[in-house]
């Protein structure tokens, strides 16, 4: 006859309170908070951890800039050679994609600054063992990881694209191994310009909203003047009454030429990031100046917006 | 034991204003209470432990070192604001997390850390919703949290109980008693509130105008005192003056009588007054003292 099971009486488990746990395990210090403060962005400009409305924009944009890449590598594969008629192939995509960029760091940088100034989250990073430069550094590096991974993404499936395509792959690479370095170093440059104005301004208000008009008020207007002082011929004059109708006169202007035109255009904020585009790839500059006078153009419109946000930082208090 | 903080001479002005005049005390172990009016210095001593601002003389240390040449030394410090701070789309436990690392605590130590420390706030079940839902009182939680999800030696609390509802205030004086005597982390507290410190703190430190008006142990300001408090519905004059003509000085406050360094003969006499006048006697007994004596008390008037 087969034994009963055991009866067991009385209880079968216990729950325990440990209370209280002191943490003795490894404490990394600023490199650590740096980190964490660099991933954080990235994430916040991607939505990664946030609902799907806040991964729409990021999405769009990085898709944006690789749109005409892959136009240009269908037409490629199509058509052959009539693509190059069309494209200006790796020194010309910054250009073609500039516009999009300047709207992706008018959108995205006040992302990374003015929420926490404005919540006053700040105020907990500023307790913690990292100084405001440590903060601020790791959001402007966030920011410009994602504009190069922007810039970068177009121009690898452009790049894909050309050796895939070649009649011999191989040879491709040999004879344009050079284009690699130089989208690299041109990305490089446009990444630090796209990021530093957007995220300099970010420091200076509280709401997203008039960050990113400013920004892309700035670069609007630049462009714009540049335009009307170079290259507008005629313009609006006095207006007259003729048979009940407002009639505008026309006038001639006379545009700028010679070296003031080619200094003023360099005011052109979005024009900036350009020049040094076409010194990198070595071709044509749209500058007809000396290197040294875009160049120096480039280092003040991107040194003076990154020293803005480094001083806005250490003069803060909480 | 050498004290967690460590003021001394300590001088903060701002241009003609004096935030803090010479302030020297020690924090040890423990929860201690700073006490002060609005305008008393708290908050300029607390920027000064942070590192947050320079002194203009004298010097702040936190654990031994000096917390405006390094940040280093904020790894072992917490503190709760008394202001809102807190992001509103994210989830507490997302926040929690980061603020670790941001402390300097590996991503894997953080998470376990968090977990374990919303459940000492008693946030547990509610990690996963966005802050911005949350009430008031889970708010403060939060920020309290926040201060000690890496485990520091020492955290400042600012006014954590500012805008709480009875309820919400009790809970939060309860975690912070818990947190200064069963989680072994010291803790000082800053606020105006003196009911706060009595619930909670050990020692109290004193500050008025910019100064330290006193400091001791909690206990001292609250024993027995040698007042006597005598509380009768009526025949108040009477009293008096039966006391008076015996030598004995009383003073009326309310429905009360107050007799100052009352011994065997002050008592007799007291006996006989309440006899003579036909009184009805509803309390007799000394003076406990309360922190509210140190503000009656105070030289300066606060």
């Known amino acids: ?318 | 034991m050498p004290p967690l903080l460590q003021a001394a001479g300590l001088t903060k002005h701002y241009g003609s204003t004096i935030a803090l005049e010479d302030a020297t005390f020690d924090v040890h172990e423990g929860v201690t209470g700073l006490l002060g009016p609005n305008g008393a210095g708290k908050s300029t001593a607390i920027k000064l432990f942070l590192g947050l601002i320079r002194p203009t003389s004298g010097s702040a240390e936190v654990l031994g070192t000096k917390p405006y040449e390094t940040v280093e030394g904020r790894a072992r410090l917490g503190y709760m604001p008394e202001h809102e701070c807190l992001p509103s789309s994210v989830t507490a436990s997302e926040f929690l997390m980061h603020m670790a690392q941001v402390s300097g605590l590996p991503p894997a130590h953080a998470r376990t850390r968090t977990a374990d420390i919303l459940r000492h706030v008693g946030l547990d079940e509610e990690r996963y919703r966005a802050i911005g839902e949350y009430s008031t009182g889970m708010r403060q939680r939060v920020k309290l949290a926040q201060a000690l999800v890496h485990d520091p030696v020492l955290v400042l609390l600012d006014e954590p109980t500012a805008g709480l509802d009875p309820g919400g205030r009790e809970e939060m004086l309860d975690l912070i008693s818990r947190t200064g005597h069963s989680f072994g982390i010291s803790i000082m507290l800053s606020t105006h509130l003196m009911g706060d410190i009595e619930r909670t703190a050990d020692r109290v430190i004193v500050l008025e105008g910019g100064r330290v008006a006193q400091e001791g142990p909690v206990s001292d300001f609250t024993k027995d005192t040698t007042t006597l408090l005598v509380e009768v519905d009526d025949h108040h004059d009477e009293i008096i003056t039966a006391l008076s003509a015996g030598g004995v000085t009383a003073i009326r406050r309310g429905q009360s009588l107050v007799i100052e360094d009352a011994g065997d003969a002050e008592l007799d006499a007291v006996r006989d007054a309440l006899a003579s006048s036909g009184a009805r006697l509803r309390r007799m007994a000394p003076h406990r003292g309360t922190l509210t004596d140190i503000f009656r008390d105070a030289p300066h008037g606060v």
């Open chain 1, 1 to 318: 006859m087969a034994s009963e099971p055991p009866v067991t009486t009385g209880p079968q488990g216990e729950v325990f309170d440990l209370g209280y746990q002191r943490y003795d395990g490894p404490r990394e210090g600023r490199s650590r908070a740096r980190k964490a403060i660099y991933w954080d962005g990235v994430k916040l400009i991607l939505g990664i951890g946030r609902g799907p409305k806040s991964k729409i924009l990021p999405l769009l944009l990085f898709i944006g800039a690789m749109f005409p890449a892959l136009v240009f590598v269908i037409i490629l594969s199509v058509a052959g050679d009539v693509a190059g008629f069309l494209f200006d192939g790796p020194a010309g995509y910054n250009g073609m994609i500039s516009t999009l960029l300047i709207m992706f760091g008018a959108i995205m940088a006040p992302e990374l600054f003015t929420p926490d100034r404005k919540d006053r989250v700040l105020d907990l990073y500023l307790v913690r063992p990292i100084t405001s430069t440590d903060y601020a550094m790791a959001r402007v590096a966030a920011f410009m990881s994602i504009v190069l991974a922007l810039v970068y993404s177009g121009q690898i499936v452009l790049q894909l694209g050309l050796i895939l395509t070649a009649t011999e792959p191989w040879g491709y690479i040999k004879d344009n191994w050079q284009d690699i370095p130089r989208f690299i170093g041109a990305g490089f440059l446009v990444a630090l310009f796209i990021t530093a104005i957007p995220m300099a301004v970010a420091t200076f208000t509280n709401r997203r909203a008039y960050a990113s008009v400013f920004v892309i008020g700035l670069f609007m207007v630049t462009a714009v003047t540049v335009e009307i002082l170079t290259q507008v011929e005629s313009c609006p004059g006095h207006a007259r009454s003729m048979n009940g109708e407002i009639i505008l006169d026309e006038l001639e202007c006379e545009p700028l030429t010679g070296d003031a035109a080619k200094y003023i255009e360099l005011l052109n904020f979005g024009a900036a990031p350009l020049f040094m585009n076409d010194l990198v790839f070595d071709i044509e500059s749209r500058s007809e100046l000396h290197d040294a006078i875009p160049i120096g153009a480039y280092g003040v419109y991107t040194v003076i917006p990154l020293a803005l946000i480094w001083w806005q930082y250490r003069r803060t208090r909480i």
